[in-house]
């Protein structure tokens, strides 16, 4: 067994050693301590956190402060149970739902993320022409894959922004974004999957598609709520009960053909940055100040976001949860020195933050939803390159058909440890 093996099974153990503090410090009130990320085999210095910059987490709503025996801390919320965690030296957060929305983060390895639902990752740092990069190595279902994201001071928080590890040629892109000639009837073939048959009264899918920007709506709003489906499989029994009378009512609110074209739209507006960032991509890594979140909230444009991972957030009558899948949009300016957003949610599964109301997201968490939309649509991009053609799309244009560029800074970055999952 070598060194990186005995790290990452060492990481675990803690991880089942903190779990216990977890459900003891809950048993007699628990309590909340910040994160802090790691760098390689050092930890990466950030600014201080403004507390209420990720206020989906770091603060749950309704629920109490407290400290716990052996140096832990915990925290619960409205429901009772317990959100976030810090044992030693790492911290677990998890959602309303009780799945983790974190993981472990050490600040003398890299980063260790870890989920009941079979996911997780481990981060490393490195530098690219004196731009710092974070490598991800995902791992779903003993499956990895990479991810790239820039770490990007703003207004004083701490945030990480997706960087393309592939760049596709413009003639690409622009197939991406303009209409087809003739609209595609596709078969998914998820209609029949138990999370379809979850959702299916939520969530359905165009009849035909007369775009590749639709195609990608459809698929990112399918991805998200299909890892959704088996994180919530993964949670306790509780939990799943919960949800499952959630589901009896999702039927009766489906999301709107218009709240779909608002994520169409804003598909393509990520389809363009990608696209100007491909231009530029061998001279210059992202600017993760355009790129990122930094931009949306100054470009007077009324984005959509599409939650990720369940949040607590502020709304008028105290707190709410947003779940996977929803949809949410910015509600006017931010004001230059808030850390966090006003946003209306457009879209929702349940009844706890109803459709129309007014709900406070910190800006982290917005960037996450950013991330996570950013690199669902480059996985999107990627099946529509290769299902071109004859039984698939309409054939691409030889100059689109090219493969794509790995980019700079993903073709130095530290490679994963395989033995490591």
């Not at 930890?43 to 956190?49: A, G, L, N, Q």
């Not at 149970?81 to 600040?107: K, L, N, T, V, Y």
């Not at 760049?167 to 209409?179: E, Q, T, V």
């Not at 999702?250 to 779909?260: D, G, T």
Request: aromatic letters at 10%; glycine letters at 10%; charged letters at 20%.
């Amino acid at each position: 067994m070598n060194r990186s093996t005995l790290i990452f099974s060492a990481l675990l153990l803690s991880s089942a050693t903190a779990e216990s503090m977890i459900a003891a410090a809950h048993a007699s009130k628990p309590a909340v301590a910040p994160s802090v990320p790691g760098k390689g085999a050092t930890s990466i210095r950030h600014k201080e956190v403004h507390p209420e910059a990720k206020c989906g987490r770091c603060k749950p709503a309704g629920g109490e402060l407290h400290s716990a025996r052996g140096g832990s801390k915990a925290a619960s919320g409205r429901d009772g149970q317990s959100r976030d965690a810090h044992a030693r030296d790492m911290d677990f957060h998890h959602g309303p739902d009780g799945m983790r929305a974190g993981g472990i983060e050490r600040r003398d390895h890299p980063v260790v993320v870890a989920s009941r639902g079979g996911h997780g990752y481990i981060q490393r740092s490195y530098s690219y022409r004196g731009h710092e990069f974070d490598h991800r190595t995902y791992y779903l279902h003993g499956v990895a894959y990479s991810r790239f994201y820039q770490p990007y001071h703003y207004r004083g928080i701490a945030l990480h922004v997706y960087a393309p590890g592939f760049y596709y040629a413009p003639a690409f892109y622009g197939w991406a974004y303009a209409p087809w000639a003739r609209p595609v009837a596709w078969e998914w073939g998820w209609t029949g999957r138990p999370w379809y048959r979850y959702y299916g009264g939520w969530f359905r899918p165009y009849p035909v598609y007369t775009s590749p920007s639709l195609w990608l709506t459809d698929y990112l709003v399918a991805q998200t709520l299909e890892v959704a489906y088996e994180e919530r499989m993964a949670a306790a029994a509780a939990a799943a009960a919960r949800h499952s009378t959630q589901a009896a009512d999702l039927a009766s609110s489906p999301m709107q053909p218009e709240v779909k074209q608002a994520i169409v739209e804003e598909v393509r507006r990520q389809l363009a940055l990608e696209n100007d960032e491909a231009r530029t991509s061998r001279q210059n890594p992202p600017d993760p100040a355009s790129s990122g979140l930094a931009r949306m909230l100054g470009d007077g444009i009324a984005h959509v976001f599409v939650v990720a991972n369940s949040l607590e957030v502020k709304s008028g009558g105290g707190e709410c949860a947003v779940t996977e899948g929803d949809v949410i949009q910015l509600n006017g300016p931010v004001a230059p020195d808030s850390v966090a957003a006003n946003l209306v949610v457009l879209a929702t599964k349940g009844n706890d933050c109803p459709k129309g109301s007014i709900v406070t997201v910190g800006l982290a968490d917005l960037q996450e939803m950013q991330n996570h939309m950013r690199a669902t649509i480059d996985q999107g991009l990627g099946e529509l390159h290769s299902k071109q053609g004859p039984g698939g799309f309409p054939a691409l244009p030889q100059s689109a058909a090219v493969p794509p560029v790995q980019s700079g800074f993903a073709a130095i970055a530290p490679p994963p440890d395989p033995t490591a999952r």
